[in-house]
């Protein structure tokens, strides 16, 4: 239990570093620097008014200095990764839930840009990959490190992952002359298949398609979209990937 609570709060200092980089990766900003600032009144953030989900329930929500209120995406983005990384460690507790933690942060941050932007940046999907391989690598020569696909798996899900999105892809714009998903889309599901495996990585399209699905239909029975308007999909499959990840190998056991 206290080992959980530790993951959790180095969970939510993970979400208030995904903060930083959703709000300037698409703005192509620096990470390092300048200091967190009020994007409002432009007054810099001291160190101790940046205490994860504490100093926003703190300030009320509302920036000490302007008053101008602080959108609950910040909190909201925190407490998800510490749920996050606590579910890694109550859900595959072995030393496998260190690279799984890292991987759900760096989806998590995908899922609130290309939320934003419809774009996904590629250098998230280039660090998602280099983790992704060293626990692969590890998971084959250590037994510390379980979980992980083989190698030919591996290869099968990045395969599978990239490949049926491509596909669709290219079915989509040769019956209706536009594209139906962009290939941020295609390279997600490429890495995440180096982490889930081919069979895994079919569990995450299932969810992805359903919730997806299930949005999209919401968003046109209420007036909210139109039928030819995009919508991002990398949210949907991020949620199904650690959807997969995390019960993915108990609903293969319940159908194979």
């Not at 180095?10 to 300037?24: E, K, P, Q, T």
């Not at 940046?121 to 083989?150: K, M």
Request: aromatic content about 14%; overall charge positive; charged content about 10%.
């Amino acid at each position: 239990m206290v080992w959980t609570v530790w993951v959790f709060v180095v969970g939510l200092c993970f979400g208030s570093f995904a903060n930083v980089l959703i709000y300037r990766l698409p703005r192509k900003m620096s990470v390092i620097t300048p200091a967190s600032a009020c994007v409002a009144c432009g007054k810099f953030i001291l160190p101790y008014n940046l205490l994860p989900l504490v100093s926003w329930v703190m300030l009320r929500g509302r920036c000490k200095h302007c008053h101008t209120k602080i959108s609950k995406r910040y909190p909201i983005v925190e407490l998800t990764c510490g749920l996050l990384f606590a579910g890694m460690v109550l859900l595959t507790p072995t030393l496998s839930a260190i690279f799984l933690s890292i991987f759900a942060f760096l989806l998590l941050t995908v899922s609130f840009i290309d939320s934003d932007t419809q774009q996904i940046p590629d250098c998230l999907l280039v660090i998602a990959t280099i983790v992704g391989v060293i626990w692969v690598v590890l998971g084959h020569y250590f037994l510390i490190f379980p979980l992980t696909p083989g190698f030919i798996d591996a290869g099968l899900g990045i395969l599978l992952g990239g490949m049926t999105l491509l596909i669709l892809d290219r079915l989509t714009m040769m019956l209706y002359k536009k594209d139906g998903f962009g290939y941020g889309d295609v390279k997600l599901m490429a890495v995440a298949g180096l982490f889930l495996g081919w069979q895994l990585v079919c569990i995450a399209f299932f969810f992805a398609f359903i919730t997806g699905g299930i949005y999209a239909t919401a968003l046109l029975a209420t007036g909210h979209a139109k039928r030819n308007e995009y919508i991002a999909f990398g949210p949907f499959l991020c949620t199904g990937i650690i959807f997969a990840l995390w019960f993915g190998r108990a609903l293969l056991e319940i159908i194979i």
